[in-house]
């Protein structure tokens, strides 16, 4: 049988002792030219790579992939990024600033990119989550480790039915198969092919009680994205936020309490703000105790014609910093952020054809990070940090510990990294909170670890021959160091806000189910055996 194009260039590049992005563009075009045709994509190319494989013609070569893969930065932090929106639903708040786009969930637009793969699928879970999981794969990625996150403002403010069917859903879609009942697939899942180790829900500071949080755990969520904006309460109100930095303060601890991670939505350059008043924000986040999120998501504000803020902009009452204002206080923000903090986002995936006023620059991170360079600074952020590819000199890999105070508890970050803390390779969260009493029973006198993360490419689970960070044994390292610190502090028991699909790997290392928690008890043999 006459072979394609594309298994004629695989069958080449195999050959090959040494090749890169740049012989395999070279090898393309003139392939291209000589058979008159349009260039192939590289999406044919893994195609025909995992079908030659398949018939046995070369042998599994994880570098070829690596070449082949598309934007290989979407599985560079260990894990494959799935988000999926909500069905459009009206929202209890009246922001000034967000877009209120007819049909649209609350604050979202239809050209968004995310927002644009919902609509093709009339939002629906199920058909989200599987197209994305096979784009992924058709791109050469790995998908055994999902990261699932929902999207579509305030989660909290749909019916229960609703949340949990949606999320349900999402369990069958990368189980493959329908599920009775959650419960059901999520149990599925601890072996799915597809393991959904982690999942994000948004909602608004106001909407987190105690009752909220059991609810999210009984769904699985492991990461809570709230809205925050700003913490002044005069900011707050001149944007119709309807919340108060008393909620944010109150939400934080509560989340913090029941092991959550947590991510702060910020907008700079809200109206009634200054970036002298941004930057006291930023820098408040981290110094006072009441705050102290691990993650952020800076969306600095920008007006669309949906807004309520667009009238204000248009008869001169607002006005959005200038580039140079902008990038000038990122920087200072990126400066306060501390090693323990997580920059997930810096700007909104808005198309600039909808932005009225305010950033249309679309590679922020870019600039800011090429800047600092050029002034001899950089951000200590972890994503800034991430080892991704950067595994030349792992061997040598230190431990380092941060503590610091937050919302009546002590938190202890663990992190492996290079000597200067410039390259990081793994981490853990822990906490202690101040009182052993908790709302949640099976987190009665225990200390929480609320993360732990290998960074580097997402290797496959079954995959324990490729040398990559995932299976250095970091985690195991980690979680040794937790349960000594733990008993140091007075605790014997250990409870972890596993993600589903991550409940296997936790019982290897004696952890055992308890409600929604993978709980152990700690004996003085794990504090003194290493010594």
């Known amino acids: 049988m006459k072979q394609t194009i594309p298994e004629l260039i695989v069958l080449k590049i195999a050959k090959l002792k040494t090749v890169n992005k740049n012989r395999l563009v070279r090898i393309k075009n003139k392939f291209s030219k000589d058979n008159k045709s349009t260039n192939v994509k590289n999406s044919e190319l893994l195609a025909a790579y995992h079908k030659l494989v398949k018939e046995k013609k070369i042998e599994a070569a994880p570098h070829l992939v690596q070449i082949l893969k598309k934007r290989a930065i979407r599985t560079m ?3 494959a990024p799935v988000a999926v929106l909500t069905k459009p639903d009206a929202c209890p708040g009246n922001c000034l600033f967000c877009p209120n786009e007819k049909e649209m969930p609350k604050s979202y637009l239809s050209n968004e990119p995310a927002v644009m793969r919902a609509i093709r699928t009339d939002f629906d879970p199920f058909k989200q989550v599987s197209v ?6 058709d791109h050469g990625h790995e998908t055994d480790k999902i990261e699932l996150i929902i999207m579509g403002g305030t989660f909290s403010h749909f019916p229960e039915k609703y949340q949990t069917w949606f999320v349900k859903r999402c369990f069958d879609a990368c189980n493959s198969s329908t599920s009775i009942t959650l419960a059901q697939a999520q149990k599925k899942n601890e072996t799915a092919k597809h393991r959904i180790i982690g999942l994000t829900l948004e909602t608004r500071p106001d909407y987190i009680t105690e009752k909220e949080l059991l609810n999210f755990r009984r769904l699985g969520c492991t990461k809570i994205e709230i809205g925050v904006q700003a913490i002044d309460d005069k900011i707050l109100k001149l944007n119709r936020r309807g919340s108060t930095v008393a909620d944010i303060e109150k939400s934080t601890k ?9 991510a702060y939505h910020m907008m700079p350059n809200l109206m009634g703000s200054t970036p002298a008043k941004d930057l006291k924000m930023f820098k408040d986040l981290f110094s006072d105790p009441a705050f102290q999120p691990d ?9 669309t014609k949906d807004a309520d803020l667009f009238k ?7 006005k959005p910093y200038t580039d140079k204002q902008l990038i000038n206080l990122l920087k200072e923000i990126k400066l306060e952020v501390p090693y323990y903090v997580r920059i997930i986002r810096l700007i909104r995936d808005i198309p600039s ?4 006023a305010g950033n249309k620059v679309t590679n922020l991170r870019q600039i800011l990070k090429k800047q600092m360079l050029e002034e001899g600074q950089y951000c200590k952020c972890i994503r800034c940090r991430e080892a991704r590819e950067n595994t030349k000199y792992i061997h040598k890999a230190k431990l380092f ?4 105070s937050a919302s009546e508890g002590q938190e202890f970050f663990l992190h492996y990294t290079s000597s200067n803390k410039r390259i990081l390779y793994a981490f853990l969260r822990l906490r202690l909170n101040n009182d052993k009493h908790n709302f949640i029973p099976e987190l009665e006198g225990a200390a929480l670890i609320r993360e732990v993360h290998t960074y580097g490419q997402l290797v496959a689970i079954t995959d324990k021959k490729m040398q990559a960070v995932q299976h250095m044994g970091f985690g195991k390292k980690l979680l040794a160091e937790a349960e000594k610190i733990a008993l140091k502090n007075g605790f014997t028991k250990m409870a972890v806000i596993s993600g589903i699909g991550v409940r296997g790997y936790y019982r290897k290392q004696g952890y055992r189910l308890q409600g929604t928690y993978m709980v ?11 010594h």
């Open 77 to 79: 932090s260990g894990v």
């Open 295 to 303: 993650m952020l998501k800076i969306y600095p504000t920008v007006v």
């Open 132 to 137: 994305r999981i096979h784009a992924l794969k």
């Open 312 to 318: 204000l902009w248009q008869r001169g009452r607002y």
């Open 520 to 530: 152990k008890q700690l004996s003085m043999d794990v504090k003194t055996k290493e």
């Open 401 to 404: 510990v941060e503590t610091y």
């Open 254 to 262: 509560l989340m913090k309490d029941a092991g959550f991670k947590i």
């Open 353 to 356: 054809e909808s932005i009225e």
